[in-house]
């Protein structure tokens, strides 16, 4: 199978550098899906790879499913102009996400907040940083599909 | 006694208990507030039927009662709704107009269902990304990102919509909107009422134009819709005649437009003199006035002196304009009259009859065969109380058509 | 189930997620902008684009949205479940309405016809209390 280069995809990777707002979902063998909120993400070692970074908070149901499902999804929603992309693939590894990871996702949520200042003004955006980051979870993804999910005529295209 | 010793459960229950009787409280203290308000609304909004005053009221109310500190009412004007009212709001935006079917305001009136819209700043620019094009700006504040609009109707009639609004994302909840909703029929019923009275007020006055006060107070009625045909009223009266001479050839030079912008002139500066002299105009025949003075004889000798006055006002004013001067006369005379409403069915007209208006007519058609323009019957010279202010001079005897005697008739100028 | 506490969340202030599942179990996550209260144990979502996942519930009708409590950015997990579609009713109206209010605003009403509204029974609603720091206190 040719592996996929995420390089060519400029836009969705765009989209890493935020303001954005990230979901990771998950299932597990009863097909019983569940949510995580992320608040990192960046591109793995290997051309294919993206590594979201999930608060221990919120990571426990994937973590479990991933165990007996390996397919992972996770969207990524610019808080401004709404430009969504979803990444869709197979979890490779999970592991306990370290200093670096744990700096990008508060300087993401930074970014967040002040897009999200925009719709919900000082005291919105002052409650959005309240978002607990640390400690998180490394979530690394073989990403098989990219999905335009931006609202519009274009919305659920499949760009691989 | 020592105190009693509970279990944790216990504790926890009663502390649960403590709760739910809490919340009770509060819902019960909140029903009563409620009812209060509307006491009060009802009393007081329905206390006018001045259309401003009751917009006034009503925003006050809802600011100060409710707390919305951004309103607007719409009123409904077929295709459209127009901004009646407003407060809160910088720039008032009155006469501002939504489309019916248009943002939230014009769908709530097109589907007749109160509508709570949170978070409009948010679906704005989610609707432009997926639509590619801008929202259009409605009359609302500026950055409003909550709005509560409520169609206000009454029965089936649509009068209009009452929209409150905010800038906070999260600013009302489903508590306002049953306020809302207690209070709309009540706003609306008195809105409605008060713009119909506004109307009955323009028809009335639209129909004073046609016929005027005096007349049906003659008649003592009120109002028109009282009177009925063959109503009617006999006394004493004064009837004045004035018609301008030779105004066909004169008329025969102008286009018909023009005639017709002239007379309205010349009227628009006698008809006034009529009422300043406590006379009124029965009717206009073209350019011919029939005006009665149902008081003493002297108002209608003083209202033609005055006319007479005026008119070398009006031909100085017209001879700037390249008119030649006009003439008129005006006869009058005293005698028993009926007013009353004469006609069929569904048209209707109050009038004067008597022998006296055909005199007055003949009067004033008698001077243009005399060196006078204002010609007055004998009768009218004897009634004249004060004849001292006027210069009387008899010319004689005219034959009235119709009449076995001769009239005596004077000619009457202001002593100067 | 759905208190008065979550209704705010319940008023489109602030997007949602859905995570659906296909018939071959790969989940599929999709922002949406309102999920509206239907009744205690009930919520609806509007089908307009979200095609894939109207699509996996179809053969998955379980699903998991997170809504955002407007006044605090309080985080909220419903466990629902398709229990039907409407196509006409109060329910579909009103979702129409709002809608139709905004598409007008850039005369898109006809774009953003609403198709159905998908009605889920609601299982658990779980507030995710800790992951948000508390509150700074004033």
């Known amino acids: 199978m040719p592996e996929l280069d995420l390089s060519s995809f400029p836009e969705a990777l765009a989209l890493f550098d935020g303001p954005i707002s990230m979901v990771l979902g998950s299932s597990n063998v009863q097909k019983r899906p569940h949510f995580a909120r992320a608040q990192g993400v960046r591109r793995g070692e290997a051309a294919d790879e993206i590594v979201v970074l999930v608060p221990d ?12 499902n390996p397919n992972l999804a996770t969207t990524l929603s610019h808080i401004a102009n709404f ?78 | 006694m020592s105190e009693p010793v509970f279990s944790t459960e216990i504790k926890q229950q009663m502390s649960e208990n403590q709760r739910q009787i809490d919340q009770l409280n509060e819902q019960l203290s909140r029903k009563t507030d409620e009812i209060k308000i509307i006491q009060t609304i009802s009393s007081e909004i329905l206390n006018t039927l001045d259309l401003e005053v009751l917009f006034g009221n009503i925003m006050a109310l809802m600011h100060e009662v409710f707390g919305f500190d951004y309103c607007m009412i719409l009123l409904n004007e077929g295709s459209l ?59 609302t504040l500026e950055d409003a990102d909550s709005q509560i609009a409520i169609p206000l109707q009454v029965k089936d009639k649509l009068v209009g919509v009452y929209v409150v609004e905010s800038e906070k994302a999260n600013a009302f909840n489903a508590l306002d909107e049953e306020i809302l909703t207690i209070v709309s029929n009540q706003v609306a019923a008195a809105i409605d009422n008060a713009a119909a009275y506004r109307e009955l007020q323009l028809l009335a006055e639209a129909n004073s134009r ?42 025969e030079s102008m286009t018909p437009a023009e005639a017709f912008a002239f007379v309205n002139d010349y009227l628009g500066t006698m008809a006034p ?114 004849a001292a202010e006027y210069a009387i001079d008899s010319l004689g005897e005219v034959e009235i058509k119709g009449k076995k005697e001769k009239l005596k008739v004077y000619g009457i100028a202001p002593r100067s | 189930m759905i208190s008065e506490e979550l209704m705010p969340a319940l008023q489109g202030i602030v997007p949602a997620w859905i995570v659906t599942t296909s018939d071959d179990n790969v989940p599929n996550c999709t922002c949406i902008s309102q999920v509206y209260p239907v009744d205690e144990n009930h919520v609806a979502l509007s089908n ?56 007008s605003m850039s005369n898109m009403e006809d774009v953003f016809k609403l198709q159905s509204a998908y009605v889920f029974k609601v299982h658990s609603v779980t507030q995710l209390s800790e992951a948000l720091h508390p509150a700074a206190t004033l």
């Open chain 2, 273 to 386: 003199i009529i009422r300043e002299y406590g006379g009124f105009i029965d009717k206009y025949i073209g350019d011919a006035i029939m005006a009665i003075f149902p008081g003493s004889p002297q108002d209608a000798v003083a209202a033609g002196l005055k006319m007479e006055e005026s008119l070398q006002h009006f031909n100085q004013h017209t001879a700037t304009a390249g008119k030649p001067p006009i003439r008129i006369g005006i006869g009058i005379h005293t005698g028993q009259l009926v007013a009353g409403i004469i006609g069929f069915a569904d048209r209707l007209e109050g009038t004067v009859i008597g022998d006296c208006v055909n005199t007055a007519s003949r009067l004033e058609g008698a001077t243009k065969d005399l060196p006078v323009s204002l010609l007055v019957s004998e009768t009218v010279v004897e009634e004249l109380g004060d």
């Open chain 1, 57 to 68: 908070i919120m990571a426990a149901p994937i973590v479990h499913d991933v165990q007996e």
């Open chain 3, 48 to 103: 307009q684009f979200f095609s894939k996942t109207f699509r996996n519930l179809q053969s998955n009708p379980h699903a998991v949205v997170q809504v955002i409590h407007p006044a605090d950015i309080g985080m909220w997990l419903l466990e629902i479940e398709h229990v039907r579609t409407e196509s006409d009713g109060p329910l579909f109206d009103e979702m129409d309405m709002q809608l139709a209010a905004i598409a």
């Open chain 2, 81 to 139: 709704l127009r901004v009646a009212a407003s407060h809160g709001h910088d720039d008032q935006g009155l006469g501002i107009t939504v489309p019916i079917g248009k943002g939230v305001i014009g769908t709530v009136a097109q589907r007749r269902k109160i509508m709570r819209m949170m978070g409009l700043r948010m679906r704005r620019r989610y609707v432009q990304k997926v639509t590619g094009t801008d929202t259009e700006a409605l009359p």
């Open chain 1, 83 to 160: 430009e969504t992309r979803q990444f869709v693939g197979v979890c490779t590894g999970i592991a306990p996400a370290g200093a670096a990871d744990l700096a990008l996702c508060d300087t993401m949520l930074e970014r967040s907040s002040e897009a999200v200042a925009m719709f919900f003004g000082e005291e919105g955006a002052n409650n959005w940083k309240r978002m607990v980051t640390r400690p998180a979870q490394a979530v690394h993804i073989q990403v098989c599909d990219i999905y335009d999910q931006t609202p519009g005529d274009r919305a659920g295209a499949k760009l691989v």
């Open chain 2, 210 to 251: 046609f016929v005027p006060r005096e007349f049906l107070s003659l008649l003592q009625k009120e109002s028109i819709t009282e009177t009925e045909l063959n109503d009617q009223t006999e006394g004493k009266m004064t009837v004045l005649f004035s018609d301008i001479r030779d105004f066909t050839p004169l008329s």
